[in-house]
Every structure is written in structure tokens, then in C-alpha cells.
């Protein structure tokens, strides 16, 4: 079997640490790819992508999907900062309409998400941007673990929590943990009109029951969802001239 962890922190702390121990638990080969280390830039908005050609920036994106290419499981496992991912995370999210042609490889691979905080009360939405770049890769989380942990090594504190994941990995049966949506894990909900999962929309009412439920960023509504944005050539050709007029109306060269 092999492992493919991703890491957004620089350090060997918690994060590497928790990958290795995952990886001898699963008796696994190891791949730990530093996302903080890789050349990743920004997404042109150029949508060629979406349209099945090749993305003509010249970065590590494409190698970071072929190595997660070779992995039986995925397993991110990376820190909180600043409520957030680190933003070499966010960077290679914003580039992940490139995965669409590794879906149906990826589809079949078991993704773990395991982050670490220092702050009970800064945990912040790092675990939705987590579960967000798995499925933007189209994997859906089975377990995601969040580890209060500070300084690097005292994850191993804990170690029981990084065992339930490897035996979530093993067994491949998917865990929600106290206050996660039940639908897709997310840790963060809106209020509107009543409680609302941010990342999937399922609706929820005052004692956490599913009242409606909602698919948002599942594998089949990604794949809908980009049939949707090639949509937006067509309705932008027809609109072109007509955004061009109002933009040279109002604003000045
Ligand atoms: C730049 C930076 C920002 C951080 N921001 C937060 C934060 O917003 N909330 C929090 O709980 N911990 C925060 N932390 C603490 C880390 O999440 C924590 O130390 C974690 O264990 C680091 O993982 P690592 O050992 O794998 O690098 C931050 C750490 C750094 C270096």
C-alpha cells in the first residue's frame, strides 16, 4: 500500500510526524509531498482547463497530481494558520480545476484529513478548506481529525486519534465526529433561516438534525458543476460586446 501525505507546513512537526506514524500503523510506503516547498502559482482564470486542454503554466501542479496518482490512500494531514491552510494550500486549491482528468483515478482512492491547532478557539475554518482541496481532487474525506497540539511532537499525545484514522484508512468506513455535518464533515455552518452547512448546504435544524439535505462539492455536483461553468463560454461570447461598451462607459482609461 501506498501513502501519499500532503503538508502544508515547513517544519517537521506534528504534521510529518502524524504521516509517519499513520504510514507505520498502515504498514504503508510513505510519500510525504511539502506543499509549503513546491512552486505553485496562481490560477490565470483562463478556464482552458475546464475544456480539456493542458494548463500552460509551467509549475509543480502537474507533478503533485501524478504522485498523488500512485497512492492507494491521501491523507492530508497539515497545521492551522491564521484560522486558516497555509496559503500554499489555498494556492494549489485555486489550481485544481486541472484535476478534472484525474477523477476517475482518484475516485477510487481513501482520503484522511488530519490538522493540527494550537488553540481550542482558533481552530477556525482550516478543516473546510482541508476537506475542500480533497474534494477538489474528487476524493471524499472518510475521517477528519483535528489534534490540539502546539509544539511539534505533541501530537504523539495523543496518538490514540492518529490510531482511529489509520483504522478508518484500513477498514475504509467513513466516521463523523461530534459536530461535524453528517453529510460531508464540514466543521462550519451559516445561519440562515436556521443552521447551514457552508461546504455541502444541508440544512440543519436547532438540535443538529438534518432537515434538508444537500450534496454541494460531492463527486457527481463537481462533476455537474463543470459542465455548468463551460456553459459560461457560450453566454460570455454573447455578452462580450455588450460588458466591453459598459466598461469603457464607466470606467476611464
Ligand atoms: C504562522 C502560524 C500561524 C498559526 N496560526 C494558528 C491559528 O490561527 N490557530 C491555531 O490554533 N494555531 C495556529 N498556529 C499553531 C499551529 O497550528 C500548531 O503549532 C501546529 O501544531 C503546527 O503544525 P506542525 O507542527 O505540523 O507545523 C499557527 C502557527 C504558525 C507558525
Not at 494558520?81 to 482512492?109: Q, T
Not at 481513501?110 to 481550542?120: L, N, R, T
Not at 489509520?166 to 445561519?191: H, M, Y
Request: with cysteine.
Amino acid at each position: 500500500m501506498k501513502l501519499i501525505a500532503l503538508t502544508g507546513s515547513m517544519r517537521r512537526g506534528n504534521s510529518e510526524i502524524s504521516a509517519r506514524y499513520i504510514a507505520n500503523k498502515l504498514n504503508a510506503d510513505l510519500e510525504i509531498l511539502r506543499i509549503a516547498n513546491m512552486n505553485i502559482k496562481p490560477c490565470k482564470a483562463c478556464y482552458a482547463c475546464i475544456f480539456g486542454e493542458k494548463c500552460k503554466i509551467d509549475d509543480d501542479v502537474y507533478f503533485i497530481l501524478e504522485e498523488i496518482k500512485k497512492g492507494d490512500v491521501i491523507l492530508i494531514s497539515s497545521p492551522v494558520y491564521w484560522l486558516d491552510s497555509p496559503g500554499k494550500i489555498k494556492a494549489f486549491i485555486d489550481r485544481c480545476f486541472m484535476a478534472i482528468p484525474y477523477f476517475e483515478d482518484f475516485k477510487e482512492k481513501k482520503g484522511a484529513i488530519v490538522y493540527f491547532y494550537g488553540f481550542e478557539e482558533l481552530r477556525g475554518w482550516a478543516s473546510t478548506t482541508y476537506n475542500l482541496m480533497l474534494r477538489c481532487i474528487g476524493i471524499e474525506p472518510l475521517i477528519i481529525m483535528p489534534i490540539h497540539s502546539p509544539l511539534p511532537g505533541e501530537v504523539l499525545e495523543k496518538k490514540s486519534n492518529l490510531d482511529i484514522v489509520a483504522e478508518v484508512l484500513k477498514n475504509g468506513k467513513r466516521v463523523v465526529l461530534d459536530g461535524q455535518c453528517p453529510i460531508c464533515l464540514s466543521e462550519t455552518f451559516k445561519f440562515k433561516n436556521g443552521f447551514e452547512c457552508s461546504l455541502c448546504g444541508s440544512k440543519f435544524n436547532d438540535r443538529f438534525e438534518v432537515i434538508e439535505k444537500s450534496e454541494r462539492f460531492s463527486l457527481d455536483w463537481m462533476i455537474n458543476h463543470y459542465d455548468e461553468l463551460r456553459k459560461f463560454k457560450d453566454v460570455y461570447i454573447e455578452k462580450r460586446s455588450y460588458l466591453k461598451d459598459l466598461i469603457d462607459k464607466y470606467i476611464k482609461k
